[in-house]
């Protein structure tokens, strides 16, 4: 599966994050599953405050400055995010648990496989 950071959505309302600048608050981001030469994507958007509600808690030894940023310290965000974000996400006509990175991943992989394997054309 492969999992890529597509945009990041900053704070527009500096109520919330006046100290700060250029504060990510969602980030949108694609899953691919490919079967031989057949894909299947799905796009999904996390936001952010639900990491210990980021907004009441970030502070200037642990804010990154957006130019800083690297993708794998935003796919930590998005990963870790599941973790404090006991819910359900509904995609192709699936539910996906989240609670953990793990199992939304497993869920997501089997259904982006399914619909990669069980969709096409004749020719």
Do not use: C
Not at 2 to 22: A, E, G, Q, R, V
Not at 52 to 69: P, R
Request: hydrophobic letters at 35%; a negative charge.
């Amino acid at each position: 599966m492969d999992f890529k950071i597509t945009k990041l959505y900053l704070d527009t309302n500096p109520h919330f994050t006046s100290s700060f600048s250029n504060v990510v608050y969602s980030v949108k981001y694609k899953l691919t599953e490919a079967v031989g030469e057949v894909t299947s994507s799905v796009e999904l958007v996390q936001p952010m405050e639900f990491i210990d509600n980021i907004w009441a808690t970030v502070d200037s030894s642990s804010f990154i400055e957006y130019n800083s940023l690297t993708e794998d310290t935003v796919k930590g965000w998005v990963t870790s995010s599941y973790a404090s974000r006991n819910t359900e996400v509904a995609t192709h006509g699936k539910v996906h648990p989240t609670g953990s990175w793990g199992s939304f991943i497993s869920s997501m992989s089997s259904s982006l496989h399914s619909e990669s394997v069980g969709y096409g054309i004749p020719w």
